[in-house]
């Protein structure tokens, strides 16, 4: 079946591309095999100047391979562009720290030497979401080529044009052919690729349903595995928050991207204090936002992904009225071309409601009132995912009480959730295992080697 790349925002088909047959799978598989065994070898210094020479290809041609992203997937061509220019500071943070993050560490025993080190383990598949198609690709792929390894891409089929653009960046900065390879194939060929031998690893950022199964299938091989799955995160808005910063922190948390971002704040929790206050200008925020054309500079706003993404959305609102939620402003489909949703605030909203319960991979934003500090943590970690979570408070000492009694693997006071090569991401509970950047990211696919000698 043809791998197409659909432009979300005018539903014309861009172009299509023919899947990988098996002869040329295997011949990519065994080229990424062949040039480990010389990649691991390479000095860091070498590993380094490709890296940085990557970060200044995408800085140099951000606007070109921002346009890809949008015409693909929608995003507005401004946060598109970012996207590439964050992918270029992570590469050239790994350049400037990979190093020092992969040294080995002296451990004092009664041996005359004990330390552990980190070797590279050989080819990691990465199998990669549609929603930042490339900062999803390069956050992994950056530490795991500074560490030793070669990768090999499976990234979403409707993103074939960014796949093969994040291959051109390897390729332009004149990494040798086979440290980084797209494969464009089906999702039907990934457990053929991970049963093979060659592949020691994989890192999966995607739906809870994906990584059950991708997991399960490394599991069996016993291989490692990073994942980055939904997330469902807590914003908690205490009686004492700034709340013009706090509806500000909330309108980029919840819109950006349309709101299909895993560690976007999607449950709204706030003190009964200031519900009102919070409601109401948050309202004002979002009935301004400038939904259209993701290639105009103005736009804040562009289409959900797909027909199916804007079905699920719509389905969760529409449920959750029937059970009793008020739509305070938006609820529905935009009457144009593409694939437009209203930026979205559902109040009255219970813990039963599907806009609670599930993931909401769209732009709406469900706020639920609070009266007490074990009220808010108790909704808060009502949830099968522990992603991410943000907490709004001038007291510093009752954020410290509260952050170690949520359920999530990142709380950010006062600011919303984001990513940064300088700390490590990922998630507990159903929202993954392992961890993305920082430290972490880079000694994900390694082996952790005890050295002991006497």
């Known amino acids: 079946m043809a791998i197409q790349s659909l432009n979300p925002a005018t539903g014309n088909v861009e172009k299509t591309f023919d899947p990988l047959s098996d002869e040329a799978l295997e011949e990519k598989l065994a080229k990424a095999e ?31 391979y921002g346009e890809i992203i949008t015409a693909e997937m929608g995003k507005p ?29 002296s451990i004092e025993t009664e041996a005359s030497e004990s330390y552990v080190q980190y070797d590279p383990l050989g080819v990691i598949l990465l199998v990669m979401p549609w929603n930042f198609p490339f900062w999803q690709v390069f956050r992994m792929a950056a530490p795991v080529i500074m560490a030793g390894n070669t990768v090999v891409l499976k990234h979403a089929s409707n993103v074939p044009q960014s796949a093969l653009a994040c291959e051109r960046v390897f390729r332009n900065a004149g990494f040798p052919e086979g440290v980084f390879q797209t494969l464009l194939v089906g999702s039907s060929d990934v457990e053929t690729i991970l049963r093979d031998k060659r592949i020691k690893g994989v890192s999966l ?3 809870e349903k994906a990584g059950s199964i991708v997991a399960g299938i490394a599991g069996t091989e016993i291989k490692p595995v990073v994942m980055e799955l939904g997330g469902s995160d ?21 819109l950006l991207n349309g709101g299909q971002v895993c560690i976007s704040a999607k449950r709204f929790l706030v003190h009964s204090s200031r519900a009102e206050e919070f409601t109401s200008k948050l309202k004002d925020i979002f009935e301004g936002y400038t939904v259209g054309d993701p290639m105009d500079e103005t736009t804040q706003m562009g289409p ?24 305070l402003t938006g609820g529905k489909q935009l009457d144009r071309d593409g ?32 009266d007490t500090i074990d009220e808010a943590i108790a909704l808060a970690n009502d949830s099968s995912f522990g992603l991410g979570a943000s907490l709004f408070t001038n007291n510093m000492d009752l954020a410290k009480e509260i952050i170690p009694k949520l359920e999530s693997g990142m709380v950010f006071v006062n600011g919303f959730v984001k990513t940064d090569p300088r700390l490590p991401t ?29």
């Open 34 to 64: 062949e040039t480990f065994q010389s990649w691991k070898h390479t000095p860091f210094a070498e590993r380094a100047r490709l890296l940085h020479a990557a970060a200044e290809e995408m800085k140099k041609n951000a606007r070109a």
């Open 77 to 105: 061509i401004a946060q598109a562009t970012s996207e590439v220019e964050k992918c270029a500071w992570n590469c050239d943070h790994y350049a400037d720290n990979g190093e020092a993050y992969l040294q080995s560490e």
């Open 205 to 207: 950022t995607g739906s």
């Open 234 to 254: 807590p914003f908690i808005v205490l009686k004492d928050a700034d709340i013009q910063l706090t509806c500000e922190q909330a309108r980029i948390s919840r």
């Open 304 to 327: 959900m992904s797909s027909e199916s993404g804007l079905r699920d959305i719509a389905r969760q609102v529409k449920e959750s009225v029937d059970m009793g939620a008020t739509v």
């Open 339 to 370: 694939i437009f949703y209203t930026p979205t605030i559902l109040t009255n909203v219970t813990p039963e409601m599907p806009a609670w319960k599930e993931e909401t991979f769209g732009p709406v934003a469900t706020v639920m009132v609070f």
């Open 426 to 454: 990922g998630g507990i509970k159903r929202s993954g295992v392992g961890r993305e950047l920082g430290f972490a990211g880079i000694r994900a696919f390694t082996n952790i080697k005890t050295v002991w000698v006497k």
